[in-house]
C-alpha cells in the first residue's frame, strides 16, 4: 500500500472523468506541432510521427477505460465515530472479472480527510483492503466523499477516473472525556447541599431489596396503597398506619443540560464557543460512563426552545439516542426555557441524582 500524493483536475464526462496530465498535454502539443509542420512544409514524417503520437494518446484513453472497467468498491466505518479520536475506516477494492487490472489509483477525500493509494496489480477475481486511521476535527454531520478509482495505464499520457461510492453523511459524535464513575458519584453525594429527586417523581415507592425492613410508620394517606398498611400498628393505635420504606441507593441519574448562552457572552457568543464544546463533552463523556454498565435510568433533559427529555434505560442504545442528539445541538441565546421541569415532573422518574450540566 502506497500513498500518492498526486492531484490532477479531471473534467466530467458522462458518468466518468478524463484527466490529461502534463505529459499527455505536452504529448499533444508535439503532436499538433509536428502535424501543422508537416501539413505545411509537406514532410510526410512529420505528419506520421505526428499521427503515430495520436493514436498512442487515444489508445491510452481506451486502455485506461478497460482498466476501470468492472471495479468495485465497498468502505467501511467503525460504528462509533468520535470527534478527536482515531476512527478506522476500511476501503475494499474488488476485481470479479476474469482479467487482471493495473495501475489503479484510489482517492478517498472529504472536508477533513484526504487519502490516496496505489496498486500496481489486481488480480483476476481477487480483492485488496486497506485500513487506516482518521481523526475528524469537530462534532455534527460530516460528508464523506465519493470514492474514486483512476488509471493511466499504460503510458500515462491520459487518465481516465470513475465513481465507485457515493458520497456518505455520517453523524460524529461529541469528543469524549475520562470520567471516573465511583469518584464522581461520592463527589456528587458529599455536596453540601445535596440534590432532592423527590421532586422530580411522583412518590417513594419500595424497591424489591428493601422490602424485608422499612423505614418507618406514618399515617396512611388517600394516595397509600392498601398494600402498605401495617395492620398490627393499626389496630393499636386505632387508626391505619403505613409502611414508609427508604429508597434504594442506586445510580439513577436525570442530567439538565441548559445549552444557552449567559446574557454577558455578547450578541454572537465568540468567546464562549469553545466552553460550550466542553459542556457538551462532558455530558457526552457523563452519559457514555453511564451507560456501560446496564440497567440503570439516565434521563437526559435539555432546556432549549422546545424542551426535550431522553428518557430510557442504560446501554448501547440509550447512548447511541443522546449522543446523537448531542453531536447536532448547537448553543442558543438565554435564558433557558424552564418548561423542561414541567415535563419532568408529569414523568414517573425514579430516585435518582440530579446534575445540572450548564455555562
Known amino acids: 500500500m502506497n500513498d500518492c500524493k498526486r492531484r490532477k483536475r479531471p473534467f466530467l464526462l458522462g458518468p466518468s472523468f478524463i484527466g490529461l496530465p502534463a505529459e499527455g498535454g505536452y504529448c499533444l502539443l508535439v503532436a499538433l506541432g509536428l502535424l501543422s509542420i508537416g501539413l505545411h512544409r509537406r514532410i510526410n514524417l512529420l505528419l506520421l510521427l505526428g499521427d503515430v503520437l495520436v493514436v498512442i494518446t487515444v489508445l491510452n484513453l481506451v486502455a485506461a477505460g478497460r482498466s476501470l472497467r468492472g471495479v468495485q468498491a465497498r468502505r467501511r466505518f467503525d460504528e462509533w465515530l468520535f470527534a478527536g479520536t482515531p ?7 474488488s476485481n470479479p472479472s476474469r482479467n487482471a487490472r493495473l495501475e489503479l489509483r484510489i482517492y478517498d477525500e472529504g472536508l477533513d480527510h484526504a487519502a490516496a493509494w496505489l496498486i500496481d496489480y489486481l488480480p483476476a477475481q481477487g480483492s485488496v483492503t486497506w485500513r487506516r486511521q482518521v481523526v475528524l476535527p469537530r462534532r455534527g454531520r ?7 478509482a483512476s488509471s493511466g495505464y499504460p503510458f500515462g499520457l491520459v487518465e481516465r477516473r470513475r465513481l465507485l461510492t457515493a458520497e456518505e ?12 464513575r465511583g469518584r464522581f458519584l461520592r463527589y456528587l453525594r458529599n455536596l453540601s447541599v445535596q440534590p432532592r429527586p423527590l421532586s422530580l417523581r411522583q412518590k417513594p415507592r419500595p424497591s424489591p431489596g428493601a422490602q424485608a425492613e422499612f423505614h418507618g410508620l406514618r399515617s396512611y394517606r388517600s394516595s397509600d396503597s392498601p398494600r402498605l398498611i ?10 391505619l398506619m403505613v409502611r414508609e420504606f427508604e429508597d434504594e441507593p442506586s445510580d439513577n441519574l436525570i442530567l439538565l443540560l441548559d445549552p444557552t448562552l449567559p446574557t454577558e457572552a455578547g450578541p454572537w457568543g465568540m468567546s464562549l464557543r469553545e ?4 459542556l457538551i463533552s462532558l455530558t457526552a463523556s457523563i452519559c457514555w460512563e453511564w451507560c456501560r454498565r446496564r440497567d440503570d435510568r439516565l434521563v437526559l433533559a435539555a432546556a432549549t426552545a422546545e424542551p426535550l427529555v431522553l428518557d430510557g434505560v442504560t446501554g448501547p442504545e440509550q447512548a447511541r439516542r443522546i449522543l446523537e442528539y448531542l453531536a447536532v445541538l448547537e448553543c442558543g441565546p438565554g435564558p433557558a426555557d424552564g418548561a423542561v421541569i414541567g415535563r419532568l415532573q408529569a414523568r414517573r422518574l425514579p430516585a435518582a441524582l440530579v446534575v445540572v450540566v450548564a455555562l
Do not use: I, M
Not at 87 to 93: A, D, K
Not at 142 to 148: E, F, Q
Not at 230 to 239: F, N
Open 275 to 278: 466552553p460550550f464544546e466542553g
Open 169 to 180: 453523511t455520517v453523524t460524529v459524535l461529541p469528543c469524549l472525556g475520562w470520567l471516573h
Open 87 to 93: 476512527c478506522r475506516v476500511e476501503v475494499q477494492l
Open 142 to 148: 460530516y460528508t464523506w466523499g465519493a470514492l474514486r
Open 230 to 239: 401495617h395492620w398490627r400498628t393499626s389496630a393499636r393505635r386505632g387508626e
